[in-house]
């Protein structure tokens, strides 16, 4: 118990951190998966490849992998920004693919009718989408669009590995200043807890006020 | 002719000859913006000086191959343990889940929420730091738990998505629980589920990447010792070059072969009264089935 009542402020600038990194890449995650799901189902064949090529390369890497070209080969092209921007990057833009998955998915499951109608009441294309694909859409992707972003949450620990101040990376201090480890450690899964039950109720509002009544 | 390929979404109407020499124009436009970041990134390359012989030339060497093929090596063996144990846990949790006995099931569901909610890294860390093991049953050991618990949940789904007759069916032949379970549900729900299954274990070998965190020698590790070599001049974006695309080959296979067998599995009439999992990541939010 006393590891965390003598080292609050090392657990919470790790807590601090991890959240900061799950927040700045949900929102990368979030608006470039939306851009690459309408990439997937725009009308152009270029843009469609692209946004297949897209999805199955970043599903397909292991993060670790990820991490390791970013944080440690964009330097190499001059391009030299503090590690958190990098490990925003990699996270965002790995969670992305999955994101993308998530909404195109959501996309497909209105029925064709429901465009058709539209279209036959003479709405145009923006209305359409904003009027009433989109809505739709939105309802049925809210559980696996949280789904991804616990899973970018506890993805997140890598970070850790790569300097990068986080919740996970705390015990390597508390393990030079000689605290029990397993303590430690107990600590920082009730932390991380914290954090993904939290999305997980989150999700569970959003579906509550918007979700497809089944 | 590309509308065919649309049919199925709400968004568009069949293009009619504007709209087509529009999309055209679109396309070709794309295609070159596209080309161009390409080109702008081999520029970039080039210009760092990535092609230069020194920094290929450790490939060459029989050492070096030795060094990755030693990796590659490390992270397949790493990746058949892991799964072969996550498979038996995950078999064990399911049978306790769908327990008759109360305290059974609640232990198995504690079990299975509690490192379905951890991250996988923590675990690996918690096995490798606190109880000072070896990186490689570290590794396993942490693999494992997450994975034994996500394919619990796989399993148990699976059996309860059988159609409920068959189950009845059983029963009233006379079969106890035991004989239900393995003649007749879950022979259906493991063929059903079976693709569900491999992309899960597609998320156990892209994270036996995690055991490089922990110094395991696997591929990514061989990499970083060759990248960090000075004799070679750093050769990092080279290694990288050489790494991910195997990497990331070996997960598609894995990937294509799951989806491969959901497709076949859908006209198969042996699983006719179980929905096939659709061969996706699997999904990851605790107590949400």
Same mark, same amino acid.
């Given at each position: 118990?006393?590891v ?22 949900s ?7 939306? &851009? ?102 939105? +309802? ?17 620990? &890598? ?26 450690f ?12 939290t ?14 009544? +089944? | ?23 055209? /124009? ?14 702008w990134? /081999? ?6 000086d990535? *092609? ?6 450790? *490939?060459?060497?029989k $050492? ?31 049978? $306790?889940? /769908? ?14 929420? *509690?490192? %379905? ?24 050991? $942490? ?12 399993? %148990? ?9 068959? %189950? ?7 079969m %106890? ?7 007749? /549900? ?5 063929r ?62 894995l ?30 939010l605790?107590?949400?089935?």
């Amino acid at each position: 118990m006393n590891v965390l009542t003598e080292n609050f402020s090392t657990y919470g600038e790790g807590f601090l951190g991890t959240v900061e990194l799950t927040v700045y890449a949900s929102v990368l995650a979030l608006v470039l998966g939306f &851009i690459m799901a309408s990439f997937r189902v725009a009308p152009v064949g270029s843009f469609r490849v692209f946004g297949t090529v897209w999805v199955t390369v970043l599903r397909n890497t292991p993060l670790t992998l990820l991490f390791f070209a970013v944080l440690l080969g964009l330097p190499r092209f001059g391009l030299v920004l503090p590690f958190k921007v990098f490990a925003v990057l990699a996270l965002g833009c790995y969670t992305s693919a999955f994101i993308c998955e998530a909404l195109r998915s959501g996309i497909n499951t209105v029925p064709k009718g429901q465009g058709e109608a539209a279209r036959s009441l003479g709405m145009s294309f923006g209305q359409t989408l904003s009027q009433v694909i989109l809505p739709q859409a939105f +309802r049925s992707v809210i559980p696996p669009v949280g789904s991804n972003l616990i899973a970018l949450a506890k993805n997140s620990a &890598i970070a850790g590995a790569f300097s990068v101040t986080e919740l996970l990376g705390t015990y390597r201090t508390l393990n030079e200043l000689g605290y029990s480890i397993i303590w430690t450690f107990v600590w920082i899964a009730v932390g991380y807890l914290i954090i993904t039950l939290t999305i997980s109720a989150l999700f569970n509002v959003l579906e509550k006020r918007w979700g497809v009544a +089944r | 002719m590309k509308a065919l390929d649309h049919s199925s979404t709400a968004l568009y109407d069949i293009p009619g000859p504007k709209a087509e020499r529009r999309h055209m /124009l679109y396309g070709v436009l794309s295609t070159v913006l596209i080309a161009a970041v390409v080109g702008w990134i /081999l520029y970039l390359l080039f210009d760092t000086d990535q *092609f230069t012989a020194a920094k290929w030339n450790p *490939f060459t060497y029989k $050492g070096i191959q030795e060094l990755l093929l030693k990796g590659l090596g490390n992270t397949l063996k790493a990746f058949a343990i892991a799964a072969v144990l996550s498979l038996v846990l995950g078999a064990i949790l399911a049978v $306790g889940r /769908l327990s008759d006995h109360k305290p059974v099931r609640w232990l198995a569901t504690l079990i299975v929420e *509690f490192f %379905r909610a951890m991250p996988v890294l923590v675990m690996i860390f918690f096995v490798f730091v606190a109880l000072k093991v070896q990186p490689l049953p570290a590794l396993v050991t $942490g693999l494992t738990l997450y994975n034994g618990s996500v394919l619990a949940e796989v399993f %148990r789904s699976g059996v309860n998505s059988v159609e409920r007759g068959q %189950r009845e069916a059983a029963y009233a032949l006379g079969m %106890r629980k035991t004989q239900v379970m393995s003649y007749v /549900l879950g022979p259906q729900a493991l063929r059903a589920m079976l693709p569900a299954i491999i992309s899960q274990l597609v998320v156990a070998l892209k994270d036996t990447s995690l055991g490089y965190l922990i110094t395991y020698e696997e591929f990514l590790h061989a990499g970083k010792l060759i990248a960090s070599n000075l004799d070679y001049d750093l050769p990092f974006i080279p290694v990288v070059m050489v790494i991910s695309p195997i990497y990331i080959g070996m997960c598609m296979l894995l990937s294509w072969f799951a989806t491969w067998v959901s497709r076949r599995q859908q006209r198969n009439p042996k699983v006719e009264a179980v929905d096939v999992a659709p061969a996706e990541p699997g999904t990851l939010l605790p107590g949400r089935q």
